[in-house]
């Protein structure tokens, strides 16, 4: 795989969402997680009317015909929820709410990244928990036929230490560091 530099714009951050294709293996997978965590943690961050929300802590999901993201080895319960949607939607789900990774159902592949942390730049409030991201960006909107919805923007570089680790909650059984956190905030 090639040594990616990390995205800026909008633009780069979505062509790198778009290249976690049906059989990545691990390896690939793992750099390119990797350089899609340290773009949204230092360069982006989610736009709600005039809120800024940084990125602290996101975990990967994703299977294939090659990736089997199962809980262990004694449940055969995928942990992915099966979506088809396009990179760079909003998917939500019983746990939170994610950004996708193009992915089909029917064919058997896809994933996204779960929010698990964002901080409230005005605010300097964090939110940590899936829930709790998912609640603080959909909670309300003033008006119900309004196309504004919260949205990724390009944000000014912070030189965040980040950390990768397993995923909260999880016994990978191939001890995937898949969620990656700010350790300095």
């Known amino acids: 795989m090639p040594n990616y530099e990390l995205a800026t714009t909008t633009e780069q951050l979505r062509e790198f969402l778009s290249k976690v294709v049906p059989k990545c293996d691990d390896v690939d997978c793992n750099e390119l997680f990797k350089v899609i965590a340290n773009s949204l943690i230092k360069n982006f961050a989610v736009k709600k009317g005039s809120e800024l929300y940084r990125f602290t802590d996101i975990e990967f999901y994703y299977y294939d015909s090659q990736i089997d993201d199962y809980r262990d080895d004694n449940e055969n319960k995928k942990v992915t929820y099966p979506r088809t949607c396009k990179q ?88 995937r560091l898949w969620r990656f956190h700010v350790v300095n905030k």
Request: proline share 3%; aromatic share 14%; net charge negative.
């Open 88 to 175: 760079g939607q909003w998917f939500f789900h019983n746990s939170g709410i994610d950004l996708t990774f193009n992915s089909d159902a029917d064919k058997g592949y896809g994933g996204g990244i779960l929010i698990r942390g964002l901080r409230k730049e005005e605010a300097n409030k964090t939110l940590n928990g899936p829930k709790n991201c998912y609640n603080e960006l959909y909670e309300v909107y003033e008006d119900a036929f309004s196309p504004s919805a919260p949205y990724i923007v390009a944000s000014n570089h912070i030189e965040y230490s980040v950390k990768s680790d397993k995923r909260y909650n999880l016994n990978d059984r191939n001890n």
